[in-house]
């Protein structure tokens, strides 16, 4: 069983940056691929960022491309989100999501191990 925590998250003003980091524990942290995801008050769970096991592909939503970026570390059992130029509209409350031996979805229902979320609050 994969766990997984999440960590980074906080009070932020518009234009500045945080990064989100989340460990992994249990499993062979290369054999999944890893996504990101964000829930806002009153919204859908909605995907955010994926990478692929080896940190070759890398898919994101187009209302962050260009500000955001992941990254993992294998030997570190470890996934990055790196959030630049933040806006009020990333409010949300984010998640990391484990898809085992899979490509890089963005779909929520393809990923079977989640965190518990860490907020990121950006004040305009």
């Known amino acids: 069983q994969v766990q997984l925590v999440e960590s980074g998250g906080g009070l932020v003003q518009a234009g500045g940056s945080l990064r989100l980091s989340c460990a992994a524990s249990g499993v062979t942290f290369s054999n999944y691929a890893m996504g990101w995801f964000r829930q806002a008050p009153g919204k859908e769970r909605e995907f955010v960022a994926v990478i692929s096991w080896g940190g070759a592909r890398t898919f994101y939503t187009d209302s962050v491309k260009g500000r955001f970026t992941i990254s993992r570390d294998n030997a570190k059992n470890t996934v990055y989100l790196q959030m630049n130029s933040l806006k009020p509209e990333d409010t949300a409350v984010y998640y990391c999501?484990?898809?085992?031996?899979?490509?890089?979805?963005?779909?929520?229902?393809?990923?079977?191990?989640w965190g518990q979320g860490t907020q990121v609050t950006v004040s305009s």
């Open positions: 999501a484990a898809d085992a031996y899979g490509s890089g979805s963005n779909s929520k229902y393809d990923y079977g191990n």
